[in-house]
């Protein structure tokens, strides 16, 4: 695991990076979804991270049992990720799957995903690249489909993005959906 602890450090991918297709799972948790994708795609480079390490850890060992090594966790914040950290449209496919949805309204400021962020992604996701989020929480997912809307400049939607995917649920999903919660996912290409 990589701890990125400086935000102006910019994350060296590994030597082996050169043409491979990237995955990333940002807040990631505990990575069910992360290692899944790692195991499907032996051939691409999959990256994810979270703050919290204890996460972390239980990805690794995931990780471990699954037998896969083409996935590289990060501990870092996302937003530094995005505006700084990460290496200039090298993301084929990035991942923010149940961010935490603030739901008080004194809370909102704190969300992750704005219009703000909606136009630091196009820095690391390639042209072309798939952005896919999901989340429990309805108004949030409302948001975004405004937010996405206002930016046709930058985005459009890609229903078919996760397609190969669509049977893998995260850790969060799955206990949304047990207590009778749809998840939301969308998809959007970035022009
Ligand atoms: C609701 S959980 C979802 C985890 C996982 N994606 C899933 O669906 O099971 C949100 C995750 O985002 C992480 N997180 C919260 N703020 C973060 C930040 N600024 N940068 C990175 N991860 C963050 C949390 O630690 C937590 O593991």
Redesign the pocket.
């Known amino acids: 695991m990589e701890i990125l602890t400086n935000t102006w450090q910019i994350l060296p991918f590994p030597e082996n990076a050169a043409g491979k297709r990237v995955e990333f799972d940002?807040?990631?948790?505990?990575g069910r979804f992360t290692v899944e994708l790692a195991r499907r795609y032996p051939d691409s480079l999959v990256f994810c991270?979270?703050?919290?390490i204890e996460?972390l850890r239980i990805v690794e060992r995931r990780a471990a049992r699954a037998g896969v090594t083409n996935l590289h966790a990060l501990r870092a914040?996302?937003?530094a990720l995005v505006s700084y950290q990460l290496p200039v449209q090298r993301i084929d496919r990035l991942h923010l799957?149940?961010?935490?949805p603030f739901p008080k309204k004194k809370q909102t400021p704190r969300r992750?995903v704005c219009t703000d962020f909606l136009c630091r992604v196009p820095r690391v996701l390639k042209k072309g690249g798939i952005f896919h989020l999901s989340t429990d929480y309805t108004p949030y997912y409302e948001d975004w489909l405004r937010m996405f809307s206002q930016l046709p400049d930058l985005y459009e939607l890609a229903p078919n993005g996760i397609d190969d995917m669509a049977d893998v649920k995260?850790?969060?999903?799955i206990k949304w959906n047990e207590m009778g919660q749809e998840v939301h996912h969308v998809c959007y290409r970035l022009k």
């Open positions: 940002m807040g990631c948790g505990k991270n979270d703050i919290i996460r914040a996302s937003l799957l149940c961010p935490d992750l995260t850790d969060f999903e």
